[in-house]
């Protein structure tokens, strides 16, 4: 009933910048945080940013300063910048939602399939 669909990741040099797009569709009534997660290899699944439907915003630490996130609510859109990107921030990269649908009575998190961000000379 709800489909999430990343895009927008790549190759790309060290300093370089990718902007990574996730758009949510289907039975949607109303979408609470949107976020970035990325999980690189042999690592845990990590929070990159969230961002509130308010527009209030959380980054980790190793990426305050070069990645921005933000959102298009009437679209349901979320947006991932990333300036300055580092070879350490090759990753899988998975937009997250928080989401009532239609007819529902709770909001349920919703993944999308993720897309590959490498940073390589």
């Known amino acids: 009933q709800v489909h999430m669909v990343e895009s927008g990741g790549g190759v790309v040099q060290p300093g370089g910048s990718l902007r990574l797009s996730c758009a949510a569709s289907?039975?949607?009534?109303?979408?609470?945080?949107m976020g970035w997660y990325r999980r690189a290899p042999g690592k845990e699944r990590e929070l990159v940013a969230h961002i509130t439907s308010v527009g209030g915003t959380k980054s980790a630490d190793s990426v305050k300063g070069r990645f921005t996130i933000s959102r298009d609510n009437g679209k349901n859109m979320v947006y991932l910048q990333m300036n300055s990107l580092k070879p350490e921030d090759t990753a899988v990269y998975y937009c997250?939602?928080?989401?009532?649908?239609?007819?529902?009575?709770?909001?349920?998190?919703?993944w999308g399939q993720g897309t590959q961000v490498t940073v390589s000379s």
């Open positions: 289907g039975s949607i009534r109303s979408i609470g945080v």
């Open positions: 997250n939602a928080n989401i009532l649908i239609r007819g529902g009575y709770s909001y349920t998190d919703y």
